[in-house]
C-alpha cells in the first residue's frame, strides 16, 4: 500500500510491528488519534516511552514493579517458603486473582523453546537456583502452561533442582477437568490425568464455595 | 485487574484507549515491546507523536499529506473537473489501487452522523462549496459508504451543491452485485438497484479484463 505520507507511513509502519496487528488495523488506529486531541497521543507515547526505560523487575521474583522489590515479595504476612515458578507477570495476576495463593512467586519470562530460540540462559533459571540456594524454601510450584514447552522447562527446572544440597520439595499445578466442563468434551489425556490425580471427596467439598 | 506497576497500569491504559483493543491485548502488547530492544518502543513512541503534531492536510483536497498540496491535486496529468467525494484517506487509498480513477478527490473526514453527534461543520462540507464555486468544476461523483449515514451525507451535500450558481454534475459510484458474487446471496436492495441501474452489455464487456 502507498501512502499519501510519510509521517502516516512511518506510523503505520511502527504500530504494524506489534503482534496481532496488522497494516490495515493500524492505518485505523493512527486515523482514530488524528481525530482525537493531541493530548491522548502525548500520553500514549509518553507511556510507551517510560514503562520501556523506567520499569523494573523485583529482584528477588523477576516480576514487572517500580521498586526493587515487589509489594508480594516485601509482604511479610506470606509464605515466603513457598515458590509459584511462573512464565511472566500474566500468569502472577490470574493466580492473585483466585486469592487462593499466600506463597511467593518466581517469574521465568517465557519458558525454554527450541522453536522460538528460547534457551535456559534467556529466562531467570540461575536466579531461581541461587535464590533456592540461599533462601530457606520447603517447596517450589510449578505452574506452566500445560504444553511442550512448557513440559521441557518443568523437566529443566525439576533436574537442575533435584541437583541441589538443599533441594526443596517440587509440585506441578493440578490438570484436570475445568469446574463447569462436560466429562464428554474432555480429550483423553487429561481425563486420564484427572483419573490418576483424584482427591479424596471430602476434601473436594470443603474446596467448594 | 490490580497491575504490579504503575508504569505498567500507565501504559494498559493507554494502549487500551485505542479503538479495539482491550486491557487484555494492551497487556500482551506492553510485555512484548518489554522483551524487544528499546530502540522498537523509541520508534513508535517518536512516530505517534510525530505523525500526531506535524501531520498536515492538503488545502485543496484535505487529504493527509506531508505538504501543503498533495501528490493528487499537484497532478497535472489528472483531471481536476472531476471531484469524488469520500469519507477518509482509506477510501482514496481504496479507489487509488484500482489504477481507473483519474480525476482528484475531496476528503470530507466522515460522514454526517446524528448518532455519532457529527454534524455538516465538523466535515469539510463547507471547503467543498468554496472549491465547487472558485474552481471549474464538471462533475462531483459521490463514493460515500452504503450506510444511512452515508446516505444522509450524499442528500445533505446533494442538496447544498444544488443550491450553488455553478453547480457540476452529481453523480454515485454504482451499487449493484459485487464482481464474482452470486446472485442468490445478494440482498433484494442491492439486486433492485442493480437491474434498474443496468448497464448497455457491450460497454460491460468492455470493462472485463
Redesign the interface.
Known amino acids: ?8 507511513s ?2 503505520v ?3 504494524a ?4 496487528i496488522g497494516k490495515r ?1 493500524a ?8 481525530k482525537q486531541p ?1 493530548a ?17 523487575h523485583c529482584k528477588i521474583c523477576h ?4 521498586k526493587d522489590v ?3 515479595c516485601s509482604d511479610e504476612r506470606r509464605n515466603h517458603a513457598l515458590v509459584c515458578v511462573v512464565e ?3 500468569d ?2 490470574a493466580i ?2 483466585t486469592g487462593e495463593y499466600n506463597g511467593v512467586y518466581h517469574v521465568l519470562g517465557g519458558k525454554i523453546s527450541p522453536i522460538e530460540g528460547v534457551g535456559p540462559a534467556d529466562l531467570t533459571i540461575e536466579q531461581l537456583l541461587q535464590r533456592i540456594k540461599n533462601y530457606q524454601i520447603d517447596e517450589i510450584i510449578f505452574a506452566m502452561s500445560a504444553t511442550v514447552d512448557g513440559d521441557t522447562t518443568n523437566f529443566y527446572l525439576y533436574r537442575k533442582i533435584s541437583e541441589l544440597p538443599n533441594s526443596p520439595g517440587i509440585s506441578t499445578i493440578a490438570r484436570g477437568i475445568a469446574v463447569g466442563e462436560e466429562l464428554e468434551y474432555a480429550d483423553e489425556i487429561t481425563l486420564a490425568r484427572s483419573i490418576l490425580n483424584r482427591v479424596p471427596f471430602e476434601k473436594s467439598i470443603k474446596q467448594n464455595k
Request: aromatic share 6%; hydrophobic share 40%.
Open positions: 500500500m502507498e501512502y499519501s505520507s510519510k509521517l502516516l512511518e506510523i509502519d511502527e504500530i510491528k506489534l503482534p496481532g488495523t492505518l485505523r488506529l493512527a486515523l482514530y488519534l488524528l493531541e491522548q497521543s502525548e500520553q500514549l507515547s509518553q507511556a510507551i516511552i517510560r514503562f520501556r526505560k523506567e520499569v523494573k516480576n514487572i514493579s517500580d515487589c509489594d508480594i511472566d507477570i500474566r502472577v495476576m492473585e486473582s
